[in-house]
């Protein structure tokens, strides 16, 4: 049975079976044997830094030192064990864009606060590419190789907040910048969405009807402060 999430933003959601969420790439090199000695090694240090506890998640992905390593599943593997907070920076001081603030709340169907969700994400850079010169790839395996990702709990009042930039459309195509969503529910549950940005000029009358066909895509206005800050914010509702 799917699972609604209702988006005050614009749209709702759909549930998402854990076996597409969790989808891996078989051929890819999950394992450290398979890994370049160079890539071990850095995998390494990002290991016995979070053990730490010292730097967090935020302070390895916006750590130019590790953009080489962000695809390797280990190394997603290392955020996704080590995000237990509610705040997280996803991109480098260097990273070419325009800065963006998500902030996302989940409430429950009763408006009770989602508390202690994992909330997985990501995008392209401002280029529209998920990796160096790497654009779409069909059937979501850019689910599991994108530069710019990350995974936040949400806090007591369900909410998580990223610092990021604003992702650029796909190059020599057609769909609206977005970025991906992915959630787990303490009991289980799992659902998945799209991000668009209304503002988008790739939005045009198609692209309506088509987030009107697929209630996974959500469209969220933009707001943009007096120093010329990029944000949105989305109260999704968890069904």
Not at 17 to 36: G, K, T, V
Not at 194 to 209: H, K, L, S, V
Request: hydrophobic share 40%; charged share 25%.
């Amino acid at each position: 049975m799917n699972r609604v999430i209702s988006v005050i933003c614009i749209l709702a959601g759909f549930c998402w079976s854990d076996r597409m969420l969790l989808a891996q790439d078989q051929d890819s090199a999950a394992s450290p044997s398979l890994e370049p000695a160079e890539v071990k090694a850095l995998i390494d240090r990002a290991d016995q830094a979070l053990g730490t506890k010292a730097p967090d998640v935020s302070a390895i992905l916006s750590d130019p030192g590790y953009l080489s390593v962000h695809p390797w599943p280990r190394f997603r593997d290392l955020i996704k064990a080590h995000a237990t907070g509610s705040s997280i920076t996803i991109v480098t001081p260097q990273e070419p864009g325009k800065r963006l603030r998500v902030r996302m709340r989940l409430v429950e169907a009763d408006g009770s606060a989602a508390v202690s969700a994992l909330v997985y994400f990501y995008h392209t850079d401002a280029a529209g590419e998920y990796g160096p010169n790497v654009a779409h790839v069909p059937l979501g395996s850019d689910n599991n190789y994108a530069r710019l990702f990350g995974f936040a709990v949400t806090d007591s009042n369900g909410t998580i907040e990223i610092q990021t930039i604003r992702p650029g459309g796909y190059p020599n195509s057609t769909p609206p910048e977005h970025i991906h969503v992915r959630i787990w529910c303490r009991d289980k549950r799992s659902f998945g969405a799209e991000i668009w940005f209304a503002d988008d000029p790739r939005i045009n009358a198609d692209a309506r009807q088509e987030a009107a066909r697929f209630p996974e895509i959500v469209i969220c206005p933009v707001a943009i402060d007096t120093e010329g800050r990029t944000s949105i914010d989305a109260r999704i509702k968890l069904d």
